[in-house]
């Protein structure tokens, strides 16, 4: 963390798609707003001190045990048995699905890790998650489990072929959007619950989701989380000659970063 602004890109179909990362406050301070916001206790796994004042944190992605779980939150949905409304991506020469259902309804710590924390349906096809498949660990990793489509158990993530394998534009395409539900805490008991609404939400407004997420939000236009790139941050489209900018500041600088 030691970059404060870095320009990368990868390079595809003639055009680079570059992103560049911009800090508003210095890394000293974030990580302070780390420690005191979210981890659920500090521990050398993720929190350590590399000497000549560097410090490092390991994201929930890699080390979840110590942020901040989200049995409550999860608990809260299915409670009330929160509607779903997920619109799927549309893959090459398909349509856009949209999938509408609901989330189990009961106490969250009571339901069979064997059933479904979710079932939803668009005409014939069905989507569920098993709730062993939706817990913290699965969506701070945005990855590792099993879904079901139509019955059929299949990874979380799946090779789409560029988009001509329109079952996995559609499962990936949900799974992504339930994660960015989740993680930047835009479902709630009583809402709509849209994803199509997603980019006009404020993201954490209901002081859930994920707070590693949220503190990288509020201070950079970095990633927070794997799917947080879908719409908190936009990426650059640059030309394919154009240069690649790295800028290294001090741990205690601070500059450039706008809203």
């Given amino acids: ?5 870095i320009c990368c890109r990868a390079e595809a179909g003639g055009v680079a798609a570059a992103s560049e990362y911009y800090f508003g406050k210095s890394v000293k301070d974030i990580i ?4 005191t916001r979210a981890l659920t206790r500090q521990d050398p796994a993720v929190v350590k001190d590399c000497g000549g004042g560097r410090t490092k944190i390991v994201a929930p992605n890699i080390q979840f045990p110590f942020y901040r779980g989200y049995d409550d939150y999860l608990n809260t949905l299915t409670m009330a048995g929160a509607k779903l409304t997920i619109q799927t991506d549309t893959p090459l020469g398909e349509q856009s699905k949209k999938f509408t259902g609901s989330f189990s309804r009961g106490k969250y710590q009571d339901l069979a890790d064997t059933g479904p924390i979710l079932a939803i349906t668009s005409g014939s ?12 660990e699965y969506l701070y990793r945005c990855d590792g489990g099993t879904v079901v489509l139509d019955g059929v158990t299949l990874p979380q993530n799946r090779p789409d072929q560029a988009g ?4 996995a534009v559609y499962t990936n395409s949900l799974f992504r959007n339930l994660c960015i539900g989740i993680n930047e805490g835009y479902f709630t008991a009583d809402g709509a619950n849209d994803s199509r609404k ?9 002081g859930q989701g994920n707070v590693y ?35 290294i500041l001090r741990d205690d600088e ?5 809203s």
């Fill in 125 to 136: 096809d069905t989507f569920q998650i098993l709730k062993s498949q939706f817990t913290t």
């Fill in 32 to 35: 302070a707003d780390m420690k």
């Fill in 198 to 206: 997603f980019s006009a939400d404020k993201p954490f407004g209901n």
């Fill in 213 to 247: 997420a949220q503190i990288i939000h509020e201070t950079s236009n970095s990633y927070g989380f794997p799917y947080a790139d879908a719409n908190l941050k936009t990426l650059l489209v640059a030309a394919i000659d154009s240069p690649i900018v790295l800028t």
């Fill in 1 to 5: 963390m030691r970059q404060k602004r």
């Fill in 254 to 258: 601070a500059a450039d970063y706008q």
């Fill in 164 to 167: 001509h394998d329109a079952s």
